[in-house]
């Protein structure tokens, strides 16, 4: 996309040409910032509170006429508060989180929201799911620089996963909606992943995405990728 725009900041003409190749990298860390807390109050048994971040880069390695930029680093932290159920099958968990998402930008490329998610998690032998909705957090006009952000990146979502107990491979699926039946904007990723040969830490990756917001620069620019690559820990 060479052409970002925002509702805020209008069309920011790249200075660059873009490559339609780049690496794309991904970095997640989660840390219990609270021990666990027993309970027993509404098929609750437990309560944790855990620290995350995730840091994502489209780096354009192969651009070397334009010094090989980096187009787009997203960041991430997040609170989340853990709600155990302690269900063998059914209901795992249920989540309450309090997002940041923001690409680090001061300019006319500048991308951030903050949101509220409540979300649960099912579990049934080899397979799983998410489902996550949320709420952005509201902000003034003169400090919101994607006032659309919710129309594209969308209201929710749902994560499908499929890992076989002999871990041979794990498929995945992310459908995110704006939950718009008039101008109706989504997001499709599917992931396959399987051990590859690196000390069995490793994992070849395949990624499909397609739809708004794989990245913040471009929320409102619906885009396609295909990536290969390596993952080192379950998504």
Known sequence: NMLPYSPSHGAVALPVELDLTEIKFQFSQKARVLNSINT????????????????????????????????????????????????????????????????????????????????????????????????????????????????????GEVTLRWAPLDGSQTVGLTLRNNLSPEQNHGFMQLDWATPVKLNQSAKLHIQLTSGYGETLVDYNFRQTTLGIGVSFRDW
């Open 40 to 155: 027993n109050f509404l098929g609750i048994t437990s309560f944790r509170l855990w620290g995350a971040y995730t840091q994502q880069s489209s780096w354009q390695a192969f651009n070397h006429g334009n010094s090989s930029p980096f187009r787009e680093t997203i960041y991430e932290p997040e609170l989340i508060l853990t709600m155990s159920t302690n269900n063998r099958y059914g209901l795992k968990l249920i989540n309450l989180g309090y997002a940041h998402q923001s690409n680090g930008r001061n300019t006319e490329l500048s991308r951030s929201w903050n949101r509220i998610y409540l979300q649960g998690g099912w579990e049934s032998g080899t397979l799983s799911a998410l489902v996550r909705g949320w709420w952005r957090i509201p902000e003034t006009a003169d400090q919101d620089d994607n006032p659309d952000m919710e129309d594209y990146t969308g209201r």
